[in-house]
């Protein structure tokens, strides 16, 4: 069976500086000590060998400086490698900025640009969850003009925001019904208390009720070290069960799941999850519907 994976990464601490400030831990993953040199498409191919990915979408990594200098490198090695990763490219832009027009319009220079990553993320009590010091951008004027940017760009938008931020979400998301928004990451749901679940659980159901949404089941490692396939397989249902799995797809987040997991023994849980599926629905989810969001031929 073919797999297109919709989330992975590639790095080089010189251009991804938070890359090698994470050595001794700080991100909530864990210490990235074991993998903290280059991860570049010869890595992943490796680490995907002995599975049939034949194509992948890189997300932004938080290069460090000027965001469409990630794009060109992005473009430069998917030239430059056997398999032609990364197959399409979703860029980073501050879409508050001034600036947002011309950086769109200048990440739409590379054709496999399809789609924007800004983490939106806060927690006002874990703060290593956070990746900006306040929660106010989903209300800005400024950054909600700027994701409707994306529409007339042809771009799709990710959503990458913890539980208790998806209601704001969705009021972004209905007001712009032409353009595709991905969920990251199963929502996030990252804090596992009853009222935090609940929260995810609600903002799951929130964002499903809008057709322009759809989940990436993804990330379902990276911050469980301790990992069962009890403890994840409830998440990845969960999110299955509330999309439906036509508008659901398989992920990697690799290398940042690579902390805490294979990408073998996350390739067995994700075909557990599906193993009473179809035959066609288990080719939407691991494949047929990555090619329609992310425009993959």
Known sequence: MEIVDVHMHLWRPETHEWVAKMKGGGHPS????????????????????????????????????????????????RKTNKRGFPQAIVAYCDLSSKSADEVLTRHREVEQVVGVRQMVNYSPVRFDLCVLPDDTILTSREWIEGVGLLERHTLSFEVHALPHQHQRVYDVVKKYPNIQFILDHCGLPFIRDEENMTLWKNGLAKLASCPNVVAKISGLFMMDPNWTTSSVLPIAQQVLKTFGINRCMFASNFPVDKVNVTFDQLMSVHYQLTEDYTDKERELYFGGLAKEIYKLK
């Open 30 to 77: 864990g210490s990235f000590k074991g993998f903290i040199q280059n991860y570049l498409p010869e890595d992943y191919i490796c680490d995907t060998q002995l599975h049939n990915v034949t194509q992948c979408v890189h997300v932004e990594a938080n290069w460090s400086g000027d965001p469409l200098k990630e794009t060109q490198w992005l473009n430069d090695l």
